[in-house]
């Protein structure tokens, strides 16, 4: 965590837009994205009372060379072959990632920041991703809106609840 003024200090911590939506084909990764940003978002909550803020960033593809450097992966199952069509048609242009230079400026303008946010989605196609999903969900709750509210009532805890 670097401290950036004597007086205050920021945590960055690497998400992806994996957290924000599950997509086939990536279950495991996205759990992990999303147990990392439940966990940021409660270091945020108590490290803020010590002047420390955290920044989850999630970022869309950029050309690392992961892909490129021994990735391990599992035999294809024969089941999933149309969605992997599927998928490598979607991506067939190549034009999913960006230079990682324009990831590296945006991280440092965050840092430079004197507040940063909670979370910062870097390009556009990710950042469209996230709206587009944040507005489904909503949608969805807003149709299940009097279900939701009729599955609690307030009442007092039971005779011998948590002694």
Known sequence: MPALESDRSASTRPSSIGALGGFPLTGMYSASKFALE??????????????????????????????????????????????RAELEKQFADGSVDSMP????????????????????????????????????????????????RAAEQATEAPEGYGA
């Open 101 to 148: 230079h324009l990831a590296a400026e945006a991280v440092m303008k965050l840092v430079d920041s004197d507040d940063p946010p909670l979370r910062l989605l870097l390009g556009s196609a990710i950042y469209d991703l996230a709206f587009d999903i944040s507005r489904q969900r909503m949608a969805t709750w807003a149709g299940w809106e009097e279900t939701s």
């Open 38 to 83: 439940g966990m940021s978002e409660a270091l945020a909550a108590e490290a803020a009372r010590f002047g420390i803020k955290v920044t989850i960033v999630e970022p869309g593809g950029y050309w690392t060379g992961l892909y490129t450097t021994g990735m391990a992966t599992t035999e294809p199952m024969d089941a999933y072959a149309p969605l």
